[in-house]
């Protein structure tokens, strides 16, 4: 079990909404002697300075595209939260060789950093999007994962850091959701533009998310990958509660599905839910293979039942009702609703 006392963090990517929940809450909880803030936005990083005033932070600026500067960084770190990435579809479809640069060259980066300074444990975030890939993003963020496993399964007995890794659904109200995108065209008085009415995603709360990372960084193994099961709701349904929400009365364009998006995301493939352990709110799924390459080929397993990926049309749906109670209880829209926007 990892324990968090007097450990140093370093968080890749720690200006985006993941890393400034978790700092927000190691720094409250008191355990962590510090934290290390490394990204590349200079300005988002004065904003989180200021709006933490907390000297337990140390601001580092950087890219995971280079080798010797995460390693830099790193030398003092105990603890490491891989949250660094490229993260939107069209952007990584248009431009995927830089999906490639920041979301896999850039995980083996950091993954050599950590393992050069012996660090503890690494924690990489994963998405959704990288089960059963059909876009870009989702297939980098599927190679890092595994990188992450290949890296763990490396490791020789007494080697002293720990590659893990977590994999959740969309993170409401983070960048790139459709969340935002709905309350923003409701303030400008616009359409909410719907690709399909029964495309279905993943609803997650920061809170989880930063839950199920917790948890993989206190449990888990080499090569673990752990999995936040989630519910689910239709476009159709998330686009009329923000209108219930707010009050608001702005038709619904729909525009049809654009490249690289499903209409219906997974969360755990079929492959890995039949070796999974389920732990209640998550599941964990080991290393399939390990460090010698000619169990590949003589290492399977027979299974008992066929088992069905875990997906958002599967999953438990919410809702309009539902996901207006689920978003009245997050702080980003209570900001919003009180004309107070509070997002960095």
């Known amino acids: 079990m990892t324990s968090l006392t007097d450990k140093t963090v370093l968080i890749t990517g720690g200006t985006g909404s993941f890393g400034k929940t978790v700092a927000r809450r190691l720094l409250d909880e008191g355990e962590v002697a510090g934290i290390v803030v490394f990204s590349r936005d200079e300005k988002k990083q004065h904003d989180m300075r200021l709006a933490f005033a907390d000297d337990r932070l140390r601001f580092e600026i950087g890219d995971v595209r280079d080798p010797a ?77 595994k990188i992450m496993i290949a890296r763990a399964q490396a490791q020789q007995p007494g080697d002293k850091t720990v590659l893990c890794g977590v994999r959740y659904g969309n993170v409401m109200f983070s960048r790139g959701s459709v969340l935002p ?25 920061l809170s989880d998310a930063v839950d199920l990372v917790l948890h993989a960084l206190k449990g888990g193994g080499n090569g673990d990958l752990f999995i936040r099961k989630a519910k689910a709701a239709t476009l159709a349904d998330m686009a009329q509660a923000c209108l219930d929400l707010m009050e608001a009365k702005n038709p619904v364009e729909i525009i049809g599905i654009r490249a690289g998006e499903k209409m219906h995301e997974t969360l755990a493939t079929a492959e890995e839910l039949s070796r999974a352990e389920d732990q209640g709110d998550y599941w964990r799924i080991p290393c399939q293979v390990g460090q010698e390459f000619e169990r590949f080929f003589t290492d399977g397993e027979a299974r008992t039942a066929e088992i069905d990926a875990f997906t958002s049309e599967n999953a438990e749906g919410l809702d309009v009702p539902e996901i207006v109670r689920l978003l009245a209880s997050l702080p980003e829209i209570v900001a919003v609703t009180s004309k107070i926007d509070l997002r960095v």
Not at 107 to 129: C, E, P, Q, R, Y
Not at 184 to 201: E, F, N, S
């Open 69 to 145: 500067r995460i390693a830099r960084a790193m030398k003092d770190a105990d603890l490491v939260f891989h949250a660094a990435a490229l993260k939107h579809v069209p952007s990584c479809e248009f431009f995927p060789m830089e999906a490639v640069k920041t979301n896999i060259i850039g995980t083996d980066n950091v993954i050599d950093a950590a393992l050069h300074h012996g660090v503890d444990k690494l924690v990489v975030l994963s998405t959704d999007k990288a089960a059963y890939p059909v876009n870009a993003m989702g297939c980098s963020k599927m190679m890092m994962e």
């Open 181 to 205: 995108l709905f309350i923003d065209q409701i303030r400008q008085d616009a359409p909410l533009t719907v690709t399909h009415p029964g495309m279905t995603r993943f609803l997650l709360p």
